[in-house]
């Protein structure tokens, strides 16, 4: 039987939706909300990151797609806009494709990816969004029709990102080959030349191009990936700092120390020390970098 969870039994829940406005905080502080795909659909709203377009008017739809346990600085509290978070058992394991184009979208940008929606694309989304959710407020015996029209709605949302990164010029889709190449990657190829290569361009090009897009070198994103996975480790898995180190390819933990001081100002111990303070306190609206 489907029908709307109550707010502090995650863990037994598959799919999540509710008006941003109406958003509880018992979701906010469950922990079991790291474990969901977090899709924030603002309406009529600033967006929520600095933006260096200036070519459109700032406010409008913004989606943000929130991979789980990804941390991210986005507070969405009281906007006006909707909430769908689901977990991955929901998304059909034998569609490798599909899936695989999942993880593309929600990963392309590190810590969350951004859509900003044109008008028709958000009417067309608005539609299955509606269906989505009504379905979802009914009692039924299974997820069968709300797991379809999920399907149906996050194709819509593949076709929008796809559109984005392809349909401008053949330098923005370098940068997204780029950014899903080091998506699988980043762990164990930490030089550009790899990456170049995989492109057929040289590392200099690849660096003018990944400079002028997005206003970083190669390694610069590379680093940043690494920060990224080893922020999310410290913050939701039970390994000791060493352990993060060595997961992460660093030789030794003084090493991994100096590497994440010199790319975020403070040592793995006070990131930890300052990220567990947050949670006791609770500073989680919805969402801080400590409580996904």
């Not at 790291?34 to 989606?63: A, Q, R, S, Y």
């Not at 986005?74 to 569609?95: M, Q, T």
């Not at 509606?130 to 797991?147: C, G, P, R």
């Not at 500073?283 to 996904?292: G, K």
Request: glycine letters at 4%.
């Amino acid at each position: 039987m489907i029908e709307p969870i109550k707010e502090s039994r995650l863990a037994s829940a598959m799919i999540y939706i509710r008006n941003l406005r109406d958003c509880p905080p018992s979701y906010l502080n469950d922990p079991g909300r790291k474990d969901f795909f977090e899709i924030v659909w603002l309406k009529n709203e600033d967006p929520l990151h600095d933006t260096k377009n200036e070519n459109f008017e700032i406010k409008g739809d913004w989606i943000y797609l929130i991979p789980p346990y990804r941390v991210h600085q986005l507070n969405k509290a009281g906007k006006n806009g909707e909430l769908l978070s689901f977990k991955r058992e929901v998304l059909e394991e034998d569609d490798k494709e599909f899936l695989l184009d999942i993880f593309k979208i929600f990963n392309v940008q590190g810590e969350f990816s951004c859509l900003r929606l044109e008008k028709e694309a958000a009417a067309d989304l608005g539609s299955v969004f509606q269906l989505l959710n009504n379905e979802y407020q009914k009692t039924a015996d299974d997820l069968v029709i709300v797991k379809a029209i999920l399907k149906v709605f996050l194709l819509k949302l593949i076709k929008v990102k796809e559109q984005e990164f392809t349909g401008h010029d053949i330098h923005q889709k370098r940068v997204y080959e780029f950014l899903m190449l080091l998506e699988s990657n980043y762990l164990q190829v930490r030089n550009t030349d790899f990456y170049a290569g995989k492109l057929g361009i040289s590392s200099k090009r690849l660096n003018q191009i990944l400079k002028d897009k997005l206003d970083k070198t190669g390694m610069e994103l590379i680093h940043d990936r690494i920060i990224l996975e080893a922020k999310r480790m410290i913050i939701h898995s039970e390994q000791t700092i060493k352990e993060i180190a060595y997961e992460l390819g660093f030789s030794d933990r003084p090493y991994f120390s100096r590497f994440f001081k010199k790319q975020t100002g403070q040592t793995p111990d006070e990131f930890q020390k300052q990220t567990r303070i947050h949670q006791k306190l609770k500073l989680n609206t919805l969402s801080d970098s400590t409580a996904i």
